[in-house]
């Protein structure tokens, strides 16, 4: 007991120095990008071996569903699939006539960006961002955009490791990015939209402004979405009101995405 | 000894394994349950470090308050079996 008692200012030394190391860690860039990088090359086998656990649990879980429940499922899913059946007819067409067009235009679409798994996210992490299983050996970069299919950007490459990155969300809490409006009772206007985190934002708009709730908003200066329009709040003397966005996907249910490189192609 | 070094595997597999709003109030446990538990800010840390920008560590944060708390906390508070 005696020495127990003795031991515990020593103990609550080690665990200042603790404080203050850990500190300088988290705080101080050079030296959190170096133990990052060295943290990261131990964890991220383990992080895929995690991913793959609970892909397996919830597999078995969902095997236990109720055969109703299963039905009820299939026959909303099938509903659903043939409405975007017709809907992806008409974008075929669509984005033939547009390729059709570029070429005659002397611009002929690349296909490019890198395919990466979601080895942790939103839900899992405590903060609204992604660890991708791609890294410095596929020639990922700081800064590159991330993506959801073509034409949802989700993101973009925040810190890049050895063989995996991470992904910073444009939902963020405190995010900013400018965005484009389509659709509103005036002309098309850019503003900025601010991550609320789990795959929100906001904008704040002039009152009078009337936007559909489910258009959708993209980044200045491409054709990608980035949100659609969820909702609007505000009271009637705010000559301001807030719109509410929302990802087309929900950012706890990302698995795959595709990242593509900032740098100009040579 | 043992049962702290069971704690600290314990903790580390939750860190991978379970979500983190799971592993922070385990990490806030053991403050309050454990001398000096400083393994849980390094823990926090880790955390921040897998998941979190260069914006503030709020994990490792709130462990180094859970740190310092819990030795008030531990003896303040009354324990009835």
New interface residues.
Partial sequence: MMQSRRNKPQMYKVGTLVILVVLVVVFAAPVRAAVAGGVMWAVEPLLAMSRATHNGISSFIQTFSSTRTLIAENTAIKRELDDLKMRLLDRNLLAEENAQLRELMGQTPVPSGVLGTVLSGPGFAPYDTLVVDAGKNVGIQEGDRVFIGENVIIGRVSAVYAYSSQVVLLSSPGEKSDVVLFGGTSSDSVVTAIGRGGGSFEILIPRDIVIATGTPVFALGTSRIIATVEGSEGNANDPFKKLLLRTPINPQSIRFVRIVSSRPPL | MTKRLVADALMVLSA??L???IT?PLIVAGCMFM??F?EG??LA???????????L????IAA?LA?LAG?VLRERVRWYS
């Fill in positions: 991978i394994f979500p983190w709003w922070a001398e000096a400083y800010i390094m840390a880790i955390i921040d470090l897998i998941y979190g920008t260069t914006t560590p709020h994990l490792t180094c740190f030795p």
